[in-house]
């Protein structure tokens, strides 16, 4: 009996086995499916996490050029009676700002509307969320490339301060540059980085390259400086009254951190934490050095000695000029632009400036205007394919020609229109803007406060108690 019922249950068995195998095998398809999606999910979202750590370190990193890096730079550079007047201005940008793009700012520069201008649709950052936005960054929150962007419309205006350092109402430069922050800065932004922007690298239009501002920041910025400066006029006894800065030691340190600060400018404009940024990164690194090199050998021959503020003057310069290339040439293209830039600016400073006597009072034009322009033509010869196809593949599989140097003469055209168009909105819109606050509420302080100076007269401090 029992001899029967194992033999029973052993043939029972051989049936049962072949079928959970047969079972077992017809599922693993689906299995093997699921685990693959589910493990192309995890690869996402680790990839995400790291382009998100990556993005906002850089937007901290952009941050830190405004304050402390551009504050103490200019700070330094003005004298000691200017100094916390001048730093306000740049703190003042980080409050104002701030407040306009989370309003109206970000939707005028980044939200759908037309060749020249954003629309409505992220008025009070409405529909603006934690989820990626294709248009412009495909693995990281769009509240992430919000807050990245932020960080470029604050240390523009903040730039121009330095043309008009030491002469303006702080209450007229609050007014003046919040305005333009909305009516020059968000149109061009539009224009190059929006979705459907006429210069936008992406569009059928004027497919301009500006891969972290050279026109977008810089030339508005220097450009409207060079405007701002003739408009107020000079500052009292200049050229005639020595004006020396009152602590290079402050702009050093403030140079120093710009320098820092500019590798969120630039390597973090590839919106990932990608070979891209490391292009990007070693490209602004190259030319800062070599530009300070180039603007302290002119500043050796013009004037018999190499000095701090010509080394960090020209470090600026440089990374003014790779701006708008960081992400599109070779190494070696960098230290020729980083070159070319410390040479060009410092005769635009020594020479130029000179020749014509207009008071930039700490070289806004000379470094970001001339640096600006310079940069943005260069890289219209400079940029290559093999190191950023933005034009894609043709028919072929082969990337399309980039720059002058793939062979793509016509990319020189496309930026010569883009820097075009980038001085003619600058100058008419500061202009504008310039008459107009003027005639309201007044943009220049009263002989008096100024020989007083801006802290006291603007603030009632002062930056130094001398007497303590």
Same mark, same amino acid.
């Given at each position: 009996?029992?001899?029967?019922?194992?033999?029973?249950?052993?043939?029972?068995?051989?049936? /049962?086995?072949?079928?959970?195998?047969?079972?077992?095998?017809?599922?693993?398809?689906?299995?093997?499916?699921?685990?693959?999606?589910?493990?192309?999910?995890?690869?996402?979202?680790?990839?995400?996490?790291?382009?998100?750590?990556?993005?906002?370190?850089?937007?901290?990193?952009?941050?830190?050029?405004?304050?402390?890096?551009?504050?103490?730079?200019?700070?330094?550079?003005?004298?000691?009676?200017?100094?916390?007047?001048?730093?306000?201005?740049?703190?003042?940008?980080?409050?104002?700002?701030?407040?306009?793009?989370?309003?109206?700012?970000?939707?005028?520069?980044?939200?759908?509307?037309?060749?020249?201008?954003?629309?409505?649709?992220?008025?009070?950052?409405?529909?603006?969320?934690?989820?990626?936005?294709?248009?412009?960054?495909?693995?990281?929150?769009?509240?992430?490339?919000?807050?990245?962007?932020?960080?470029?419309?604050?240390?523009?205006?903040?730039?121009?301060?330095?043309?008009?350092?030491?002469?303006?109402?702080?209450?007229?430069?609050? $007014?003046?540059?919040?305005?333009?922050?909305? *009516?020059?800065?968000?149109?061009?932004?539009?224009? $190059?980085?929006?979705?459907?922007?006429?210069?936008?690298?992406?569009?059928?239009?004027?497919?301009? *390259?500006?891969?972290?501002?050279?026109?977008?920041?810089?030339?508005?910025?220097?450009?409207?400086?060079?405007?701002?400066?003739?408009?107020?006029?000079?500052?009292?006894?200049?050229?005639?009254?020595?004006?020396?800065?009152?602590?290079?030691? *402050?702009?050093?340190?403030?140079?120093?951190?710009?320098?820092?600060?500019?590798?969120?400018?630039?390597?973090?404009?590839?919106?990932?934490?990608?070979? *891209?940024?490391?292009?990007?990164?070693?490209?602004?690194?190259?030319?800062?050095?070599?530009?300070?090199?180039?603007?302290?050998?002119?500043?050796?021959?013009?004037?018999?000695?190499?000095?701090?503020?010509?080394?960090?003057?020209?470090?600026?310069?440089?990374?003014?000029?790779?701006?708008?290339?960081?992400?599109?040439?070779?190494?070696?293209?960098?230290?020729?632009?980083?070159?070319?830039?410390?040479?060009?600016?410092?005769?635009?400073?020594?020479?130029?400036?000179?020749?014509?006597?207009?008071?930039?009072?700490?070289?806004?034009?000379?470094?970001?205007?001339?640096?600006?322009?310079?940069?943005?033509? /260069?890289?219209?010869?400079?940029?290559?394919?093999?190191?950023?196809?933005?034009?894609?593949?043709?028919?072929?599989?082969?990337?399309?020609?980039?720059?002058?140097?793939?062979?793509?003469?016509?990319? $020189?055209?496309?930026?010569?229109?883009?820097?075009?168009?980038?001085?003619?909105?600058?100058?008419?819109?500061?202009?504008?803007?310039?008459?107009?606050?003027?005639?309201?509420?007044?943009?220049?302080?009263?002989?008096?406060?100024?020989?007083?100076?801006?802290?006291?007269?603007?603030?009632?401090?002062?930056?130094?108690?001398?007497?303590?």
């Amino acid at each position: 009996m029992c001899r029967r019922f194992t033999r029973r249950l052993f043939v029972f068995a051989l049936f /049962l086995f072949p079928a959970a195998i047969f079972a077992q095998t017809a599922a693993s398809p689906a299995a093997m499916q699921a685990q693959i999606t589910a493990l192309q999910q995890a690869v996402q979202n680790a990839q995400s996490a790291g382009d998100n750590a990556w993005m906002l370190a850089s937007a901290a990193l952009v941050l830190l050029m405004t304050g402390p890096g551009l504050a103490l730079f200019y700070g330094g550079l003005v004298r000691k009676k200017n100094i916390l007047g001048t730093m306000m201005q740049s703190f003042a940008m980080m409050g104002l700002v701030t407040v306009i793009w989370a309003v109206c700012g970000y939707s005028l520069a980044f939200a759908r509307g037309n060749v020249f201008i954003g629309g409505f649709q992220h008025l009070f950052l409405r529909g603006v969320p934690l989820t990626p936005n294709p248009d412009y960054a495909a693995t990281i929150p769009e509240q992430t490339y919000m807050i990245y962007q932020l960080m470029f419309a604050i240390i523009t205006p903040a730039l121009i301060t330095g043309a008009f350092a030491e002469r303006m109402k702080f209450s007229a430069m609050a $007014v003046f540059l919040s305005l333009w922050s909305l *009516l020059v800065y968000c149109p061009m932004a539009h224009m $190059v980085w929006g979705a459907g922007g006429l210069l936008n690298a992406a569009g059928a239009h004027i497919p301009s *390259l500006d891969f972290a501002g050279g026109t977008v920041v810089h030339i508005t910025s220097g450009v409207s400086a060079l405007v701002a400066c003739l408009y107020l006029g000079k500052r009292i006894g200049y050229p005639q009254t020595a004006m020396p800065p009152h602590s290079l030691v *402050l702009s050093f340190i403030g140079a120093c951190l710009l320098w820092v600060g500019w590798f969120g400018f630039n390597a973090g404009s590839a919106l990932a934490a990608s070979p *891209l940024a490391t292009s990007a990164f070693i490209n602004t690194h190259f030319a800062a050095a070599t530009a300070a090199l180039g603007w302290t050998i002119y500043e050796w021959l013009h004037n018999g000695k190499p000095t701090a503020l010509g080394a960090i003057s020209g470090s600026v310069a440089g990374l003014v000029a790779i701006t708008p290339a960081s992400g599109f040439v070779q190494p070696f293209a960098a230290l020729a632009i980083g070159l070319a830039a410390g040479f060009f600016c410092s005769f635009m400073v020594f020479k130029v400036k000179s020749f014509f006597g207009y008071d930039d009072s700490l070289d806004a034009f000379g470094v970001h205007g001339a640096g600006g322009t310079l940069g943005a033509v /260069l890289t219209g010869i400079f940029a290559t394919a093999a190191i950023n196809p933005i034009y894609g593949k043709d028919a072929a599989g082969n990337p399309i020609p980039t720059g002058a140097i793939d062979g793509h003469w016509g990319q $020189v055209l496309n930026q010569l229109a883009a820097v075009g168009i980038s001085w003619v909105i600058s100058i008419v819109g500061t202009l504008v803007l310039l008459f107009v606050v003027d005639k309201i509420i007044g943009l220049r302080v009263a002989p008096e406060h100024e020989a007083a100076g801006l802290d006291l007269s603007q603030h009632g401090e002062e930056g130094y108690d001398l007497n303590a």
